[in-house]
């Protein structure tokens, strides 16, 4: 079984907070009386750029080092599908090119870990390919 060069507590960290990031409040509408499909679907979940999780999300991120944001972004992909176990190497390896050819690797990185939706859902399922529940190291409430 592969190693993860991130440890599970901070993966188990930015689950909880990537959980966070993708609950939004709708938007109040208190002039429409007609429903998402009358409107071409034009509401969307609000983000006024002001989102105190994103900015921790993004922080939290951008300060782990080189092999735990490769591993991280490896382990969405595992998560999401992308390879198995037992292609770890390769995930990984591929994750280390891409973030090689970033200008700015750590916010490259950050920002395309953020731009998927489901960030939180993939890092869980890929820890589960490792075996490893990440609800066992979750702070509590």
């Known amino acids: 079984m592969p190693e993860l060069a991130i440890s599970r507590e901070k993966i188990s960290f930015l689950i909880e907070k990537a959980e966070e990031f993708d609950v939004k409040d709708l938007p109040a509408d208190e002039e429409s009386g007609s429903n998402p499909t009358d409107d071409a679907e034009v509401d969307v979940l ?40 037992e292609e770890w190497e390769d995930l990984r390896s591929r994750a280390a090119e891409r973030r090689n ?27 589960d390919e490792f075996g490893v529940s990440w609800v066992d190291e979750a702070p509590a409430p």
């Not at 080189?66 to 992308?82: F, H, K, P, S, T």
């Not at 953020?114 to 939180?120: H, I, R, S, V």
Request: charged content about 25%; glycine content about 12%.
């Open 46 to 85: 609000q983000d006024d750029g002001c989102d105190s999780v994103a900015a921790e999300l993004a922080s939290f991120i951008r300060a782990l080092n080189e092999d735990e944001q490769i591993d991280l972004v490896a382990l969405m992909w595992l998560g999401r599908g992308d390879g198995t176990i």
């Open 101 to 127: 050819g970033y200008r700015n690797p750590r916010w490259e990185t950050v920002h395309y870990l953020l731009g998927e939706p489901l960030l939180g859902d993939f890092l869980a399922e890929g820890l």
